[in-house]
């Protein structure tokens, strides 16, 4: 059976556009402009995900979110502006899945449509997970206790390395941009350099992957940064 997808979205050519792309991906979708309907169609039970639009007329994104969340968990991802930081950060606090940010490539919003469904199934095949550890290889980061371990052996991580580190492995498999990096580990606020991100990559390489030679944090060009096993 097809995964069946809602979009929420009132500008006409994005939702058209993402509509296309998850077809061709084989996912049957349907879309709605008004935040009204949304809001019902999200809390009919038929979808396995939701895009949501958070400028909506009728009712706003972060409220359908609000309201959706005291009937029902499916997966939620946000589509933000760019500028609306205060959205983002109460669509998370809201309990929305994911995040990403217009405009965006659709390799990436695919990546995460995958991701959640990924998590979703992974939760619940085994609802006691055994601890919350992210790995890649030999690596392995517990974030409950700050530590971080390549076969057996500690990495010492300044607090800013460990959130790129585990904002990488998070994603694992998934190409991060400089500037998704950017508001995840430094914040929306940032107003710093930006190549901050390259200069705390290198960091966690000298760490990691050239003190145990191996190529974990991968570079690809004009893109970003990927954790990925050899
Ligand atoms: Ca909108």
């Given at each position: 059976?097809?995964?069946?997808?809602?979009?929420?979205?009132?500008?006409?050519?994005?939702?058209?556009?993402?509509?296309?792309?998850?077809?061709?991906?084989?996912?049957?979708?349907e879309k709605?402009a008004d935040?009204?309907?949304?809001?019902?169609?999200a809390?009919?039970g038929?979808?396995?995900?939701?895009?949501?639009?958070?400028?909506?007329?009728g009712?706003?994104?972060?409220?359908?979110?609000?309201?959706?969340?005291?009937?029902?968990?499916?997966?939620?991802?946000m589509?933000?502006?760019?500028?609306?930081?205060?959205?983002k950060?109460?669509?998370?606090?809201m309990?929305?899945?994911?995040?990403?940010?217009k405009?965006?490539?659709?390799?990436?919003?695919?990546?995460?449509?995958r991701?959640?469904?990924r998590?979703?199934?992974?939760?619940?095949?085994?609802?006691?997970?055994t601890?919350?550890?992210?790995?890649?290889?030999?690596?392995v980061?517990?974030?409950?206790?700050?530590?971080?371990?390549?076969d057996g052996?500690?990495v010492?991580?300044t607090?800013?390395?460990?959130?790129?580190?585990?904002t990488?492995?998070?994603?694992?498999n998934?190409?991060?941009?400089?500037?998704?990096?950017?508001e995840?580990?430094?914040?929306?606020?940032?107003?710093?350099?930006?190549?901050?991100?390259?200069v705390?990559i290198?960091?966690?390489r000298s760490?990691?992957?050239?003190?145990?030679d191996?190529?974990l944090i991968?570079?690809?060009?004009?893109?970003?940064y990927?954790?990925?096993?050899e």
């Amino acid at each position: 059976m097809a995964t069946k997808i809602l979009v929420v979205e009132d500008e006409e050519k994005i939702a058209r556009f993402i509509e296309l792309e998850l077809e061709y991906e084989g996912y049957q979708v349907e879309k709605v402009a008004d935040g009204r309907q949304g809001l019902d169609m999200a809390l009919s039970g038929g979808f396995d995900l939701v895009l949501l639009d958070i400028m909506l007329p009728g009712l706003n994104g972060v409220e359908i979110l609000r309201r959706i969340r005291k009937g029902s968990d499916v997966p939620v991802i946000m589509l933000t502006a760019r500028d609306a930081v205060m959205d983002k950060v109460s669509g998370l606090d809201m309990g929305a899945d994911d995040y990403i940010t217009k405009p965006f490539a659709i390799e990436e919003l695919l990546a995460r449509i995958r991701l959640c469904l990924r998590k979703r199934a992974a939760g619940a095949a085994e609802p006691e997970e055994t601890g919350n550890a992210l790995t890649c290889g030999a690596l392995v980061l517990h974030p409950e206790r700050h530590e971080v371990a390549y076969d057996g052996t500690p990495v010492e991580l300044t607090s800013r390395e460990f959130a790129l580190l585990q904002t990488l492995l998070e994603n694992k498999n998934i190409v991060l941009g400089r500037d998704t990096l950017l508001e995840r580990v430094w914040g929306y606020d940032y107003m710093g350099e930006t190549n901050v991100v390259d200069v705390y990559i290198r960091y966690l390489r000298s760490k990691i992957d050239d003190k145990f030679d191996v190529k974990l944090i991968k570079t690809v060009r004009g893109v970003g940064y990927v954790v990925r096993e050899e």
